[in-house]
């Protein structure tokens, strides 16, 4: 193959959690496929493109222990992210606007028929959480809706940068990243059977883990995403291109300072869990839950980045073993919604 190789660095080298896939996955996915393709929102090369996503296989890589009605849910918002993704990524401003508006009354009144005139996404949404409402706690409900109104909102001003051609400084991007990744949502699903008091919940130490699991996530995606992006011109919004451009750095330099980054990262997440204080025994054993949540989050979307095709194709295993990306030339990409071959790049 031509073009430039970089070395990814491996960002969880020292992470102690290791992999580990919920022994739900094979029914929540075909349940979760069953369910969207209801709607009819792809078409069959675009369809196939999802398939080899398999983000059961993510949901069930990250949430490691749910039972089947939750690992359901957790697919289902796997689903429900990749589409309105795939919806918003090749609008503007203004009509991604449209979009997150529908999804979020559609979460928060999962009970109210939707317009038979409304984009699918509205129904979907609203159906989601029909569901996920019979097995969640009011904790994970309430922080499920309010960071899901800052994804959205995030995508949306990522369809404005992306129509301004805007590139972010390094502070800027997360001030964007930190919420259109999704993570915070994700994060809540954890909760579902959990009930800890909210002002433990927003304690600074479990607020800074938050944070850490996050960043280790998107610098994760970034890294791998970023020969396709950038391939297809699409790579404004990645970690990669704002350290490039900020600090003056190649695609390797650059790979290389987010994996030193990273590194620092990891170990203020380990020191926190050090740090963490006890409050009552049954308060500790779900805070303790929680954490280890987090903690396979991130473990579980670094599994499931090299497991599924959406970065690598078929040669993920390979790319995982030997850490060797290659910057792939640009290509002509045909622009019509959901093209199948939009994420999927195969090495020959």
Known sequence: MTGELVKVPDLLRDWPWQRHLNKNYD???????????????????????????????????????GDLARSRTSTDLMTLFYAFDEY??????VATRHMADIVMDGLRNPTKPRPNDECFLGEMARQFWQLGQQTSSPMAERHLIETMQLYVDAVVQQSDDRTHDRLRTIDGYWAVRRHSSGC????????????????????????????????????????????????????????????????????????????????????EFLQCCADLPSWDPET?????????????????NDDWSFESQRYFGVEGETVRREREIWMLPRVEVQEARFSSSRYMVHFT
């Not at 069959?44 to 890589?61: G, H, P």
């Not at 938050?210 to 970023?226: E, K, T």
């Not at 500790?284 to 579980?300: H, K, P, S």
């Open 88 to 93: 918003t990524d090749v609008e503007d401003e």
């Open 284 to 300: 500790d054993r779900q805070v303790r839950e929680y954490v280890n949540g987090l903690a396979c989050w991130v473990r579980g």
């Open 184 to 267: 915070y949502p994700s994060f809540a699903l954890m909760e579902l059977e959990l009930d800890i008091p909210e002002d433990i919940y927003r304690h600074p130490l479990l607020d800074r883990m938050r944070d850490c699991a996050l960043y280790l996530i998107c610098a994760g995606n970034d890294l791998y995403s970023y020969p396709i992006e950038r391939a297809r011109g699409h790579a404004l919004h990645n970690l990669v291109t704002t350290a490039m451009h900020q600090l003056d750095l190649t695609p390797q330099s650059a790979a290389d300072w987010i994996g030193d980054w990273a590194d620092g990262i990891a170990k």
């Open 27 to 65: 029914q929540a996915k075909a349940a979760s496929l069953e369910w969207f393709t209801s709607f009819k929102a792809f078409d069959a090369k675009s369809q196939d493109a999802f398939d080899r996503c398999d983000f059961a296989r993510l949901a069930m890589l990250s949430y490691r222990y």
